[in-house]
């Protein structure tokens, strides 16, 4: 009897909603005053677990504030902000002093066109400062979120770190959640030890906003320029 011939597999057309999803997402900077049920957040995280990591090491963990516990962390943090904003250093370098081109570049575009919507020109400092402030308000969302990694592991746990908290930001969309991934908490590595209990061998990664996005905030209506494919990607058939 001859061999079963094999099939080619062919492409499945793509999910919308999955794609959707992807495209839709954006970090929200100012929230509306409702509340997100905490199971729901157990949801998400409980869906984003199942990122890839590195031999599934699995580095993330996370502390999710509510209620009279937010209250708290935000009040610390725009203290030491107000008191110590000009010696404040993250647990990481988040870029490298200077910044070269084309990233500064994006970067600065960004940063222009945020503080644009925000109506803060680049050269109105306390301006700048004001709304700093506000991330050390998990921009008024209901739910922060800090996330840590022992410090002990490697550069590469970070890449498993970045597909976690891709997983969480899609799993909050998805239920009609948004939020805005915030680097700029590891500064208050110091706050959130004396606050939460995080032990000195965790590294404090970054926090999160998450709740109902207000959509009438021009800077929560931003089109932000994403490259083409052929700027970022190169295929090499021979």
Request: net charge neutral; charged share 25%.
């Amino acid at each position: 009897m001859p061999a079963p011939l094999l099939m080619e597999p062919t492409p499945m057309n793509a999910d919308p909603f999955v794609d959707d999803l992807i495209r839709e997402r954006r970090s929200k900077r100012g929230f509306l005053d409702r509340n997100v049920p905490l199971d729901t957040v157990k949801d998400i995280l409980s869906v984003a677990k199942y990122a890839p990591s590195s031999s599934n090491t699995q580095p993330w963990r996370c502390y999710v504030v509510t209620g009279e516990a937010r209250e708290r962390v935000t009040r610390a943090a725009v203290a030491e902000f107000r008191a110590n904003h000009a010696t404040l250093a993250p647990e990481y370098p988040f870029f490298p002093q200077p910044l070269h081109d084309p990233y500064s570049s994006r970067f600065n575009t960004f940063r222009g066109q945020l503080g644009d919507a925000q109506g803060v020109h680049r050269s109105d400092k306390a301006g700048r400062m004001r709304d700093v402030e506000r991330q050390f308000l998990f921009f008024d969302a209901p739910v922060g979120l800090i996330f840590t990694m022992d410090r002990k592991l490697e550069w590469a746990s970070f890449l498993c770190y970045g597909c976690f908290l891709q997983n969480v930001m899609l799993a909050a969309k998805a239920r009609g959640l948004d939020t805005c991934p915030q680097q700029i908490w590891s500064l208050q590595h110091h706050v959130l030890r004396a606050e939460l209990g995080i032990p000195a061998e965790e590294m404090v990664i970054a926090g999160m906003s998450m709740g109902w996005a207000d959509n009438s905030l021009p800077e929560n209506r931003m089109t932000l320029h994403k490259l083409d494919l052929d700027h970022f990607a190169s295929f090499i058939h021979q």
